[in-house]
């Protein structure tokens, strides 16, 4: 079946722009997770969401920042005001429920670079 | 806070190689997880361990959890060229957010 999808794939903003990174989990689950992942890093936690709410955003750098899941599928991760510091590849990640195994699935990644 | 610790963060073995990754974790967890990336890719699931003295294998992979030891190790049999990329290992934070090493990058030379 269809994996976790992530669009665009890149992209490269001036800094001070804002920016919209989509996630489209795997059909059925209701977990979803974004991170970020720094050159030579292992990707790091931002937010979950558990259906339409955010259930932990505790690793969301500062308020610049903001995801929204409004009907429990596609989430939106927003950046206002980017920095070149926000330059990252951003996975998102999906699972069926945060049950024991919580084995969590990745999207391609969309890669940003603030000039 | 939880900090998880891979070692080597690089390694370049010979093919026909046995060799195993290491990855410490500070605070007590009973799920941990590795993981497979190649290079401008995207994470890929190889195990789930989800108790003390869990061992799973995958072909010439075999991952296994002392959770007594804060350890998990990532053993590689007679590797192939196929085998290059970075491994990651992970460990449940709370009930949901995956924290994770810094990666070991395996090259595999023929």
């Known amino acids: 079946g269809a994996g976790v999808s992530q669009t665009p794939s890149n992209k490269v903003t001036e800094k001070g722009k804002y920016v919209e990174l989509r996630c489209d989990p795997i059909?059925?689950?209701?977990?979803l997770y974004w991170y970020r992942q720094s050159l030579g890093q292992g990707p790091e936690f931002l937010i979950y969401?558990?259906?339409?709410?955010?259930?932990?955003d505790s690793g969301l750098p500062n308020d610049r920042f903001f995801a929204v899941r409004p009907e429990g599928s596609v989430s939106t991760l927003k950046i206002q005001r980017t920095e070149r510091g926000d330059s990252a590849v951003y996975l998102c990640?999906?699972?069926?429920?945060?049950?024991?195994?919580?084995?969590?699935?990745f999207g391609p990644g969309t890669r940003l670079t603030v000039l | 806070e939880l900090k998880v610790e891979q070692n080597p963060l690089f390694l370049s073995m010979q093919e026909g190689k046995n060799y195993t990754i290491y990855c410490n974790y500070s605070?007590?967890?009973?799920?941990l997880y590795w993981y497979r990336q190649d290079p401008g890719k995207s994470l890929e699931s190889l195990f789930v361990?989800?108790?003390?003295?869990a061992v799973k294998q995958e072909g010439r992979l075999m991952a296994s959890l002392d959770t007594k030891a804060r350890l998990s190790t990532l053993h590689i049999t007679a590797a192939v060229h196929d085998l290059s990329a970075t491994y990651f290992c992970?460990?449940?934070?709370?009930?949901?957010?995956?924290?994770f090493g810094q990666g070991t990058r395996l090259t595999i030379n023929p």
């Open positions: 990640a999906s699972s069926t429920s945060p049950d024991r195994v919580n084995e969590q699935f």
């Open positions: 059909s059925g689950h209701t977990a």
């Open positions: 969401f558990q259906g339409t709410g955010a259930a932990d």
């Open positions: 605070t007590t967890s009973d799920r």
């Open positions: 361990l989800l108790s003390n003295g």
């Open positions: 992970a460990v449940i934070q709370g009930a949901q957010k995956l924290v």
